[in-house]
């Protein structure tokens, strides 16, 4: 089985999959009426406890544009959000997301108005602080965040939201080398990658994979993407928000197939041929999830599929001759057609059957063919200059029908590949596959990023290599 590409550390954000769910009254509190309390003193401990009646805050009093309680969580399958009034639209248009705002100031305000619209909780909030950092944005705990909430009180919806809003975008150098700065020469405004780059890596570091969480995660790119279509905050990048719903069904689906790829791998063919023409090793198919099955024979699987394709120059290389592996690579490559197995050969292999010791038959499923080509996968790393293995040809391998229906062109694959000469060629492992959208962002890189600082203790050397021990001992 291939491995999931998990070279990018996960943030501190990173939750279990398995967490438990919040109550449906906790789920529809706000931050704001989860006001913090004051130190309790000495005093108090010993007094009696007094029963403390919980205010209650009206939809008017948390500002024109708050979501009132009974509209849900804002992630309903069929939420809407409600209608504004002329006012509000009118001061939408003309002070908020304005034409001649920029750019970086209108999705600021869009980040922090759709907070407000929604009651964002546990999981929802890490992956959207996830995908608005590869965005460029900064989502770190405002400075605000310990205001008296009094004070708060006395400012007016908007001021209040601005106030404790941790979601900044900015435009100079405030941002440091982790951020946005509108530098147009480093940074492009680009929705459609920003998805792509966090469904690509992102996804598979928080959720797992595993379906719910995964859902849950595309559903909050995804409502956020329609929030800012909705509000028309910046109609100069109409095209590439479009582009970036696109690419959250992509990931919902292609995901969906992979998870399903995972369960077909590897077949019997393939294996068969690594058993038959190289020391086979377990590992390289996930040994935990392939099985031999019973009355497998890899002399008689390998020569009877063979026998069965429409492949004449391949049976003719291998039929009456002792066939040897002439090379072994690993190399990455991306899929270019997907030759599901015509009729006439599904019904050759219907009618195939390989009788194993104790009178057990054992059947095979229908091969088909698989184009690849040669393929660059950015990870992070320093690519080296090396020629490709193989020099810019296509490839053909075989695999069973169910493995072929989960796949299909653009999908990129790592694989280890035995070549038995004339072009004969079979599967040793599969590394990694990645889906059609696959992007690497390189604002992955800065996810544990730290600036240096100047340090004016001594370094440990071959003299004293405990010498930063001992400095903090002595402090």
């Not at 501190?12 to 706000?30: F, G, M, Q």
Request: overall charge negative.
């Amino acid at each position: 089985m291939p491995e999931i590409d998990e070279s990018v550390a996960p943030t501190k954000h990173l939750l279990p999959v398995e967490v438990a769910a919040e109550s449906e009254d906790d789920a529809y509190d706000d931050v704001e009426d989860d006001a913090p309390d004051a130190p309790i003193t000495p005093a108090q401990l010993s007094a009696p406890r007094k029963k403390r009646k919980r205010s209650k805050k009206t939809t008017a009093s948390r500002g024109p544009t708050a979501l009132p309680k009974n509209r849900g969580n804002g992630f309903e399958e069929y939420f809407a959000d409600p209608p504004m009034t002329p006012a509000e639209a009118m001061q939408e248009k003309q002070e908020i997301y304005a034409p001649d705002i920029p750019f970086e100031r209108r999705i600021e305000s869009c980040i922090q108005r759709y907070r407000s619209r929604r009651r964002i909780q546990a999981r929802r909030a890490t992956y959207l602080n996830d995908y608005l950092f590869l965005g460029g944005v900064d989502t770190n705990p405002s400075a605000y965040t310990g205001l008296d909430q009094k004070d708060l009180k006395q400012l007016t919806p908007a001021q209040r939201r601005e106030a404790t809003a941790r979601d900044v975008v900015y435009n100079g150098s405030g941002a440091g080398d982790r951020f946005y700065d509108g530098d147009k020469t480093k940074w492009t405004v680009d929705f459609a990658g920003v998805a792509a780059g966090f469904f690509s890596t992102r996804l598979i570091v928080l959720t797992g994979l595993h379906p719910k969480p995964m859902e849950e995660a595309i559903s909050v790119v995804e409502n956020f993407l329609r929030y800012v279509l909705h509000h028309d905050v910046c109609p100069e990048y109409e095209e590439s928000v479009k582009k970036a719903l696109d690419i959250c069904q992509m990931a919902r689906d292609e995901w969906t197939s992979l998870n399903t790829l995972q369960t077909a791998l590897p077949g019997v063919f393939n294996p068969a041929a690594t058993e038959l023409f190289v020391e086979f090793d377990p590992y390289s198919w996930d040994s935990s999830q392939f099985r031999v099955p019973e009355g497998f024979d890899a002399k008689s699987v390998f020569y009877s599929s063979v026998a069965m394709l429409d492949d004449n120059k391949m049976f003719e290389h291998l039929a009456g001759r002792a066939v040897e592996l002439v090379n072994q690579y690993e190399c990455a490559l991306e899929v270019t057609a997907v030759h599901l197995p015509p009729e006439e050969v599904i019904q050759r292999f219907k009618k195939l059957a390989i009788t194993a010791p104790g009178d057990k038959t054992f059947r095979l499923m229908p091969l088909g063919k698989l184009t690849l080509k040669p393929a660059t996968i950015e990870d992070g790393w320093v690519q080296r200059g090396t020629v490709h293995p193989l020099q810019g040809k296509e490839v053909d391998l075989y695999f069973e029908q169910n493995i072929l229906k989960s796949l299909r062109p653009g999908i990129k694959m790592v694989l280890e590949i035995g070549d038995l000469g004339a072009d004969v060629c079979f599967v040793k492992s599969i590394q990694k596959i990645m889906p059609t959208f696959y992007t690497f962002l390189p604002q992955e890189l800065m996810v544990q990023f730290k600036l240096p600082q100047e340090n004016d203790r001594p370094a440990p050397s071959v003299h004293n290599p405990t010498m930063e021990d001992n400095q903090g001992a002595e402090e």
